[in-house]
């Protein structure tokens, strides 16, 4: 599996990825987006932006980078930061198929992009990211599982899934919803011939989503690396939009919410790649102090009181406007 390059690495951030989600594509749902963005939006600018995010996030030891097809150009910056350092091979590299990014460059579509996890998209999104990715995609993965998803039960998509496996690409899935923990068992049931489908899952999980937690180390317990998304929730343990409890900790640490925010998903057991969706290398740098955080018992325990009930997370979510 391409995780074993990670478990080489020595340096504190090699467990932190990167995720493209908030620079491939002009419009997202973060919070604080027109503040890091700006107002050049334009296809050079974004690659721009992401080539030196890949850089600087390269340069401080991170060795996970994350995209989708959906994630408008992201695959496209990718591919072509790889093409320009071919020297770099320590690498894992993750796409994800499942959604169709329909938003044509803009901020205000109507709809920004469509979910369908057919064998027809899978084939079609398949040959798109090879095209750009070649070789270099080591991870191929199921966007946004959720209990309801055919991609659960579809035997024709499973085969050509494990066809992909055993030419070497590691096939992996993600969740979202208020019933994440019920589609990471439902996954971890999917069988080809006998061997498990699925080798990663990527999942959201941070102080106040916590209800994937209990599968999450089901996963890992059956040998899947856990790479978890939105640590951040989408901006909201930013400053200055994170909750008292957590800016209360973060100055008693010295650093900043985002950072305190991603160590409490660094240390729990089961993660395997905590993922940094920052859209400027100075957050960038200031997610991957996360990898020093050290959080006493205290501390811990005030920020348990953050959690959520999972639908109300949802739906707070579902509420953020595309920026």
């Not at 591919?79 to 803009?106: C, E, F, M, N, Q």
């Not at 325990?301 to 406007?321: D, I, M």
């Amino acid at each position: 599996m391409p995780f074993t390059r990670l478990a080489t690495a020595t340096t504190p951030t090699c467990h932190i990825g990167l995720g493209l989600a908030a620079v491939g594509r002009p419009g997202y749902i973060n919070l604080g987006r027109d503040h890091d963005l700006g107002e050049d939006r334009s296809v050079e600018a974004l690659h721009t932006r992401t080539h030196e995010l890949l850089d600087a996030a390269y340069a401080q030891g991170v060795r996970y980078f994350d995209a989708a097809r959906s994630y408008g150009r992201s695959e496209e910056f990718l591919a072509d930061w790889l093409k320009a350092r071919p020297d770099i091979d320590d690498i894992v590299v993750g796409s994800k198929w499942g959604y169709i990014y329909t938003a044509d460059w803009t901020t205000d579509a109507e709809k920004h992009e469509v979910k369908d996890h057919s064998v027809q998209t899978y084939e079609r999104q398949r040959a798109e990211s090879t095209e750009l990715l070649g070789a270099r995609l080591d991870l191929y993965q199921i966007h946004s599982v959720t209990p309801d998803s055919p991609a659960l039960t579809d035997k024709e998509l499973h085969a050509k899934l494990a066809e992909a496996a055993a030419q070497g690409t590691t096939i992996g899935f993600s969740t979202s919803g208020p019933a994440q923990a019920e589609a990471v068992r439902a996954a971890l049931a999917v069988t080809v011939d006998g061997e498990p489908l699925f080798r990663t899952v990527q999942s959201t999980y941070n102080a106040l989503e916590t209800s994937a937690a209990p599968a999450l180390a089901e996963a890992h317990d059956a040998g899947l690396t856990v790479i978890v998304k939105e640590g951040m929730a989408n901006g909201r343990l930013a400053d200055p939009y994170a909750p008292a409890a957590l800016k209360t900790v973060a100055a008693e640490t010295g650093l900043g919410c985002d950072a305190v925010a991603l160590a409490l998903v660094l240390r729990q057991p089961w993660a395997g790649v905590v993922l940094s969706g920052a859209a400027t290398t100075n957050h960038l740098a200031s997610n991957l102090h996360a990898a020093v955080v050290d959080l006493d018992e205290d501390q811990l325990t005030r920020l348990s009181g953050l959690v959520e009930e999972p639908r109300t997370y949802w739906e707070k979510r579902g509420q953020l406007p595309w920026h």
